[in-house]
């Protein structure tokens, strides 16, 4: 029932394979718990741990993602692999998203915490213990948020579209960069530090001092607020 979309390095073994996973038809706190075929061990869709079977305690790896359209991801990526899926007439939970009022399963619509609406789409952030979840929406007009989680400095990009964000370490070349929007294209990043030009969606910096380096890109999960407070309790927000 959680709103999310992540993406994990599959589980591995002693012997270097890796699982395939399977959707369980269980859940935990309303979300998603998955199988992997080989060990039979469950893992959360929101957090990536084992919460039981023999790698109970472990954690999948999380892989930087982006939800965009297809049309901007393959202007980027031409030669991409994509998984088609099997054509439906229509989402079975398109009701669900945009029209339902509740969150979850009837029986667990208890409390939740009220900082943000349950299914204000965030983007949870979860990095060496410390979290945030950055409201997408308050991103709307603005494009751009800079903040530290866990000592590191993060900037978080979404100028066209607020679902489409995205999150970037600034540290470079040794020192922490501070972003505007260029005031001409609106679109184009500058650092105030070199004044280098910076594509937003592949993190490259394609003029300036700067020019080849690139920032690094910090896994995070867009997903609705109930769910991820499920989860991360302490979880602060951003922009606060």
Not at 9 to 25: H, I, M, N, Q, Y
Not at 59 to 85: F, G, I
Request: glycine fraction near 8%; charged fraction near 25%; charge should be negative.
């Amino acid at each position: 029932m959680a709103h999310t979309g992540v993406v994990y390095v599959r589980p591995k073994f002693e012997d270097g394979t890796a699982s395939t996973l399977g959707v369980s038809g269980k859940l935990w706190r309303d979300a998603l718990i998955m199988y992997d075929r080989r060990s039979k061990t469950l893992w959360s869709q929101i957090d990536g741990g084992a919460k039981a079977g023999p790698r109970t305690g472990e954690r999948l790896e999380k892989v930087p993602s982006q939800m965009t359209t297809w049309a901007n991801w393959r202007a980027r990526h031409p030669d991409s692999w994509v998984l088609v899926k099997p054509p439906l007439e229509a989402s079975p939970y398109a009701n669900y998203h945009d029209k339902a009022s509740w969150v979850g399963l009837p029986w667990t619509r208890g409390g939740v915490d009220d900082r943000l609406p349950k299914k204000a789409l965030v983007l949870g952030l979860d990095l060496e213990g410390s979290v945030a979840a950055v409201h997408l929406e308050s991103l709307a007009g603005k494009g751009l948020h800079q903040d530290r989680l866990a000592e590191t400095p993060l900037v978080v990009f979404a100028p066209d579209d607020p679902r489409a964000a995205l999150v970037y370490e600034r540290s470079v070349a040794g020192q922490t960069l501070d972003f505007r929007w260029d005031a001409e294209s609106g679109s184009v990043l500058v650092d105030e530090q070199t004044g280098s030009r910076w594509n937003w969606q592949t993190g490259d910096a394609e003029s300036g001092p700067l020019r080849g380096e690139r920032l690094q890109p910090v896994p995070a999960s867009p997903i609705y607020w109930s769910t991820w407070v499920a989860f991360y309790p302490e979880t602060a927000i951003w922009p606060e």
